[in-house]
């Protein structure tokens, strides 16, 4: 008889793993069922803000493979269905059929749950009214865009200034809007320190997206028809025709919690190595329900992108498809943009570095993106964390346009490869004035993270 593997998610996580088991057993060997509660699979949640905005034409682009697809492949999906209970000793899961209500038990040899991450919604008074929208799924993009295609006033607020909230503000900008940003941080993008925070603040700022920091939404308030009309903080009142909601997302672990099982610092599932969750020997995990290493500070972290998701996949499917992979871990690399603002960063900040223990130097550096006599050379900002002593690299962030973003990668793979802002500074790069400066501005900043680690000795 053949094992049953019952994928709880049809996202990237839970997707991936039921390609790639599939990929090494085939139905006579492995029966695989899928749970997914929406109407979508494999698609990609980054894109919603691109494709609300008008970047990307149809919802269909986002969409890597259909449920159909899945289907033809030998992977019972079985969509608007949502697993509602996880009986670990009896190894089945329950799951209603959202359109008719039916309830049914389906038994596992072994499970994935890839269950992603919900939106963090304050309890504000007003946060259900029509007009506020959460951008979290492709049901709720189109949610989003029938909400404004159905109001006719041209004022939007978006709460929260991480990466979706300051996607979303360029979205609503693209499509004719008058954007304004609260956040309740210091500054936007809090995944930056303050100082470089600043610098998004300032550009946001010049592209004609009001951007008001040290501000906590209060309460969402409604005209007579119940719509949302304007948003509250303690000190002013901002109108509003739609409100869009960033405020960032927490670990999908409700069933999991309630199966008892293992869960970390931040609400999400602990797995080892191979993704297995802790303590069990036939149930993995992976995707934004989960905690991750963080291969520079050594702590777990939850750090929901779709990069982790797609790689936790293709290790769950191996291992449970009959083979061997591992995930190692992370060091918190991430990019985003506001119309030509390109924000990255990896490894630490300053304020995780305090949180571990360790100490450190810092260095910012202005430069370009390419030889400054070349046209089209923009400015770009890095700033870059070194440990005291060792001058092991720490972190990097950079704030700039055209080409600035992926610069980060340089820093990730040497954060990845444990290496010292010394050791950078010999990196063999690419180099010709179309694309680079002689001295990357990555590494002009390793060289003077090397003079400050040295003068802190």
């Known amino acids: 008889m053949s094992e049953r593997l019952v994928v709880i998610g049809g996202d990237a996580a839970g997707m991936s793993a039921a390609s790639q088991a599939r990929r090494l057993k085939g139905p006579g060997e492995l ?6 509660r929406g109407h979508f699979s494999s698609y990609s949640a ?21 449920p159909e697809e899945h289907r033809a492949r030998d992977i ?4 608007r269905t949502e697993v509602t209970e996880i009986d670990v000793p009896g190894q089945r899961v329950r799951a209603r059929d959202l359109e008719t209500g039916t309830e049914a038990w389906t038994g596992f040899d072994k499970l994935v749950i890839a269950t992603g991450a919900r939106p963090l919604r304050p309890p504000l008074p007003g946060i259900d009214a029509p007009g506020v929208h959460g951008v979290q799924t492709l049901d709720d993009g189109q949610a989003l865009l029938d909400s404004l295609s159905g109001t006719p006033g041209r004022r939007a607020v978006v709460v929260g200034a991480g990466y979706i909230g300051v996607e979303m503000a360029e979205a609503l900008l693209n499509r004719g809007y008058e954007v304004t940003v609260l956040t309740r941080g210091e500054q936007p993008m809090a995944t930056l320190d303050p100082d470089m925070g600043r610098l998004v603040h300032r550009a946001m700022d010049g592209l004609g997206i009001r951007t008001v920091v040290s501000a906590p939404v209060t309460k969402i308030l409604t005209g007579p028809d119940g719509r949302v009309r304007a948003v509250a903080t303690d000190a002013d009142e901002y109108p509003a025709d739609v409100v869009v ?37 036939n149930i993995w995990a992976g995707g934004d329900c ?6 520079v500070s050594g702590r777990q972290r939850h750090v929901p992108l779709g990069t982790h998701a797609n790689k936790h996949g293709q290790v769950i499917g191996a291992n449970a498809g009959g083979g061997y992979a591992t995930f190692p871990g992370v060091v918190g690399t991430a990019v985003s943009k506001v119309c030509d603002l390109e924000i990255a960063r990896t490894g630490l900040r300053e304020r995780d570095a305090r949180e571990v223990g360790l100490r450190f130097v810092t260095v910012t550096v202005e430069s370009t993106s390419r030889a400054g006599y070349y046209p089209g050379a923009a400015p770009m900002t890095v700033k870059m964390l070194a440990e005291r002593r060792t001058g092991r690299l720490l ?12 610069r980060v990668d340089i820093a ?16 063999d790069l690419g180099y010709a004035p179309p694309f680079s400066p002689v001295w990357d501005p990555v590494l002009v900043a390793a060289r003077k993270a090397v003079a400050a680690v040295r003068a802190a000795e």
């Open 76 to 79: 019972d999906l079985r969509t």
């Open 245 to 281: 909601l960033g405020t960032g997302v927490v670990p999908e672990t409700s069933l999991a919690r309630a199966a008892g099982l293992p869960l970390g610092e931040y609400g999400g599932l602990l797995t080892d190595l191979a993704m297995r969750v802790r303590g069990h020997e």
């Open 412 to 427: 990730a793979v040497a954060l990845t490869a444990g290496m010292t802002v010394e050791g950078m500074t010999a990196l």
């Open 31 to 36: 029966e695989i069922v899928a749970f997914e």
């Open 46 to 66: 980054c894109g919603i803000p691109y494709w609300v905005g008008g970047d990307v034409a149809e919802r269909g682009e986002l969409i890597a493979r259909s």
């Open 395 to 406: 972190g990097v962030q950079i704030v700039g346009r055209e080409g600035a973003a992926k």
């Open 290 to 295: 989960v905690e991750v290493l963080d291969l």
